[in-house]
């Protein structure tokens, strides 16, 4: 995976923190079904990032914004890691567990395949019985597509999560 473990269990603890902030603000009632919120939130963002890397878009000429490409996969991977949590809770397994059981796929993401991988993205997104860990393979190769190396994914991902928290605080 780009992402290596010791940086994954510090993505998950962040996570955790900015989903407790956000579990004080909501009722009970609203918490209802909330993985499957969650999954429909994944969803939504894996569209939101197709979106932004522009790919279907044979009538435009315009191109990616590579800065906006790289924040829409970063919401993609905040709610990843929410399902993941409690995925590894819920199966009483190991964060290590959890993430050697991701297969490190050798597959890459060119412009002849990038539009099948984004619908088998989005249709193992909207079955909620999915395995997160297959989920979490997209994810990595869409990682070494957009990001190349860890350092650039974990940059961006402390700037959103700086703004996540922030907007738990105005009330988002």
């Given at each position: 995976m780009l992402i290596s473990l010791n940086n994954y269990i510090e993505l998950l603890e962040k996570q955790s923190k900015l989903d407790l902030e956000i579990m004080k603000r909501i009722d009970k009632i609203e918490n209802s079904n909330l993985i499957y919120k969650r999954r429909f939130a994944l969803l939504t963002e894996i569209v939101e990032f197709a979106n932004e890397v522009k790919w279907?878009?044979?009538?435009?000429?315009?191109?990616?914004?590579?800065?906006?490409?790289?924040?829409?996969?970063?919401?993609?991977?905040?709610?990843?890691?929410?399902?993941?949590?409690?995925?590894?809770?819920?199966?009483?397994?190991?964060?290590?567990?959890?993430?050697?059981?991701?297969?490190?796929?050798?597959?890459?993401?060119?412009?002849?395949?990038?539009?099948?991988?984004?619908?088998?993205?989005?249709?193992?997104?909207?079955?909620?019985?999915t395995s997160i860990i297959k989920i979490w393979e997209y994810i990595d190769m869409f990682n070494k597509y957009v990001f190349g190396n860890e350092t650039e994914l974990l940059k961006v991902y402390d700037i959103k999560n700086k703004i996540n928290h922030k907007r738990q605080i105005t009330n988002y």
């Amino acid at each position: 995976m780009l992402i290596s473990l010791n940086n994954y269990i510090e993505l998950l603890e962040k996570q955790s923190k900015l989903d407790l902030e956000i579990m004080k603000r909501i009722d009970k009632i609203e918490n209802s079904n909330l993985i499957y919120k969650r999954r429909f939130a994944l969803l939504t963002e894996i569209v939101e990032f197709a979106n932004e890397v522009k790919w279907f878009k044979y009538w435009s000429k315009k191109n990616s914004d590579t800065q906006k490409v790289k924040e829409e996969l970063i919401d993609v991977i905040h709610f990843a890691l929410s399902i993941a949590q409690k995925y590894i809770i819920d199966n009483n397994i190991g964060i290590e567990e959890f993430y050697n059981s991701i297969s490190n796929s050798k597959k890459k993401i060119d412009k002849d395949n990038i539009g099948q991988l984004f619908f088998s993205f989005i249709n193992l997104a909207s079955v909620p019985e999915t395995s997160i860990i297959k989920i979490w393979e997209y994810i990595d190769m869409f990682n070494k597509y957009v990001f190349g190396n860890e350092t650039e994914l974990l940059k961006v991902y402390d700037i959103k999560n700086k703004i996540n928290h922030k907007r738990q605080i105005t009330n988002y």
